[in-house]
C-alpha cells in the first residue's frame, strides 16, 4: 500500500539545536500532519498543513515549532531551539482529503532525544 | 475536550481465543467517527478500520466493531486470536466538529497471543 517515508528514523541532538524532521508523504496526498508521542503515553496531535498553510495546530505546537513543505519537496518539522521535553517519537501522516473520508496514513516515526 | 480510553495497556491471550479491546471516547459532537490503528513492531500505524453509522458494524481483516453512541464506546473483537495478530493497537477519535483532520488517540493497548 502507500507508505510515508520518514527521516531520519533516529536523531539524537543537544538540547537548544536546531532539528529538522523530514517526511515524504503519499505522492497524490494533499493533507500532511504531525503527531507528537512520549515515551509510555498517547499519540497526539500537533499540527496539520495544506496547500502551503497551517490549518490547524494543538497547544503542543510551541512557537519554537514550524512546519514547511517547499515545492512539494519533504514535509518538515523544524524545532528550533530544541528543549528536554521536545524528547518523543515523532509521526508524520498524510491524507487524500479530510475527515471520515481520508484514511490518514502515517510514517514509522522519528525518535528525538534532546540531551 | 475530546478523549479516547483504552482501559487495558496489555492483554495476553492464547491462540484460538476470542479478543476484545476496549474503547469508549468522550466529546461533545453528535456525530463522532471512531478509528482502530494497527502498529506492528518497527513499522508504520495502519488503519484497521472506522465506524459507520450508529449500532453498525463494521468489519476488517477478521476484526469487528460497532459504535454505540448510547455507551460511547468502539470496542474492538475478533472471534480468534491469531499470534500474527500480537501488535499495538490505538483507539482514534475524529469529532466530527474539526473538518480538519484531527485525531485523538487513546493510550494503546498491546496485544500480545502467545501459543
Known amino acids: 500500500g502507500p507508505k510515508v517515508l520518514q527521516i531520519p528514523s533516529h536523531q539524537i541532538i543537544d538540547m537548544g539545536q536546531m532539528v529538522t524532521l523530514n517526511c515524504d508523504p503519499v505522492?497524490?496526498?494533499?493533507?500532511f500532519y504531525w503527531y507528537k508521542q512520549i515515551l509510555g503515553q498517547q499519540m497526539e496531535f500537533l499540527v496539520n498543513?495544506?496547500?502551503?498553510?497551517?490549518?490547524?495546530k494543538s497547544k503542543l505546537f510551541k512557537d519554537q515549532f514550524s512546519v514547511e513543505r517547499p515545492d512539494g519537496s519533504y514535509f518538515t518539522l523544524k524545532i528550533q531551539p530544541t528543549a528536554l521535553e521536545d524528547s518523543a517519537v515523532y509521526f508524520c501522516?498524510?491524507?487524500?482529503?479530510?475527515?471520515?473520508?481520508?484514511?490518514?496514513?502515517f510514517g514509522p516515526g522519528t525518535r528525538l532525544t534532546v540531551l | 475536550g475530546d478523549s479516547v480510553t483504552q482501559t487495558e495497556g496489555l492483554v495476553t491471550l492464547t491462540e484460538g481465543l476470542p479478543v476484545m479491546l476496549n474503547c469508549t471516547y468522550q466529546?461533545?459532537?453528535?456525530?463522532?467517527?471512531l478509528f482502530w490503528y494497527v502498529h506492528y513492531l518497527n513499522e508504520s500505524p495502519r488503519l484497521l478500520l472506522k465506524?459507520?453509522?450508529?449500532?453498525k458494524r463494521t468489519e476488517h481483516q477478521g476484526f469487528h466493531a460497532t459504535l454505540h453512541k448510547s455507551s460511547s464506546s468502539f470496542h474492538l473483537q475478533k472471534s480468534s486470536a491469531q499470534l500474527s495478530d500480537s501488535a499495538l493497537y490505538y483507539c482514534?477519535?475524529?469529532?466530527?466538529?474539526?473538518?480538519?483532520?484531527?485525531?485523538?488517540f487513546g493510550a494503546g493497548t498491546q496485544l500480545i497471543v502467545i501459543p
Open positions: 501522516a498524510s491524507s487524500r482529503g479530510l475527515g471520515y473520508y481520508a484514511e490518514q496514513f
Open positions: 505522492s497524490n496526498h494533499l493533507y
Open positions: 498543513f495544506y496547500n502551503g498553510k497551517v490549518m490547524e
Open positions: 466529546t461533545i459532537y453528535s456525530n463522532p467517527f
Open positions: 465506524s459507520s453509522t450508529d449500532n
Open positions: 482514534a477519535l475524529s469529532d466530527g466538529g474539526s473538518a480538519l483532520g484531527r485525531l485523538h
